[in-house]
């Protein structure tokens, strides 16, 4: 393949790279839970996480361990999936204050966010709104960069570990949570250094009983993360490096896992691809696959990563002509470059690698088949325009853009 993947000067190049939490990856990281949270000087602990992640024992098994080291321990449950404001204040009331508490998360991207939302939420004044961006469009009919800040600034938090149980959102990475203003059906967000966990437990072991279809959600919402991340407008040669190579591990293990969802190996392999997309898209950003994507989960009530994989191959083509030479790298780390060819056909040979790895784990679909009409199209197109992701996007998009991209994935 001819790749002119631009040989990337150092000579002016700018970037920051802030801590990151202590990651601990082994089967069975789950059992460091109560010394983690002594360490973090708790007496107490709240876990949260949601119904599924109950009902498939995980949380009976962590309150066992921490029971076990004699720390006082509750649970609340109640998150939902796309997490809702409401969510984060039943689970605030739950906490009983927050002296001597350690909170941890446990489950997918709608546990952990919920969980950095109820740490925000229980050492500030006012309700969490206050604290979340929910950006407006300007005259220009573009985000207003005045309204991609929160009204207030959290000036503490309540220390956080998170256990991820999907392999996905990589939400263990970050101080950002997603959240659902249930009042306006929309997506909005937190995203504060305060709120990054302190230590983040990956134990594949408590993803081994995750189902098929968010097995594959889940994987796709992590190649979106990477393939996002290696083409946004704020690359980096640092975040390059851990961004291919988290498509290469997703790309390599996501069938297995979905197939053969026993496998651990598989498991494993999936759930670091996960992370290191969080640690890519941390640093570079994601695009306006998550921007389009946000709106169908909020309108449409889907899960993340469904919305992602329907909207992925729009946003590539759409993308194309701003970053042929890193989609050609992408199809190169899927495995489905050819080195004879030249580098734009490698680079749709990225599209076609996506498109025929959500075919492989069954989650291919249309907007229709998710239960949209041409009805949702304004508030679709309206709640993209103004999602804060689409600011790294590398190639700018109109609100026309953006209808024509949905109408192409209806
Ligand atoms: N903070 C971030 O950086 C970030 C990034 C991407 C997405 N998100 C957000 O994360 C949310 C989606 O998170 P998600 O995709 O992880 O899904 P999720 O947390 O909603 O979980 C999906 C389903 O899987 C179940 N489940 C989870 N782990 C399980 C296990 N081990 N065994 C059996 N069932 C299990 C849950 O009960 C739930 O029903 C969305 O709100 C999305 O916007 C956040
Ligand atoms: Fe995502």
Redesign the pocket.
Known sequence: MASSLEATTLGDAAFVIRPLPEVVFRAGAIAETPARVRQLDGRRVLVVT????AA?G?SDRLTELINADGLDVSVFDGVE???TLANVTSGSEAAGGSDGLVIVAL???????CAKAIAMDLVNEGPIRGYCIAASLGETGTIDPATAAPQHQPTSAVPLIAIP??S????ET?G???LTDESENR?IFISNPLVRPAVSLLDAE??L???PY?TA??GM?ALT?ATEAFTSNRVTPYSDAIALQAIRLVGQWLPTAVNDGANLEARAQLLLGSHLA?VAFGIAGLGMCHALG?PL?AVLHQ???QTLTTMLPHVMGFNMPERTSRYAAVAEALGAADASDDEATNARAAIGAVEAMAERVGIARSISEMGGSSDHLPELVHQAMSDVTMLANPRPASSDDVRALYLAAF
């Open positions: 949601d119904p599924g992640v498939a995980l999936p796309n997490p489950g997918g991207g709608s546990s952990m966010d149980t999907t996905g959102t990589a939400s970050n950002s949570g997603v997506k408590l993803t009983g995750l189902p968010p959600t889940c919402d993360h969080g946000h989960s899960a993340h990563g």
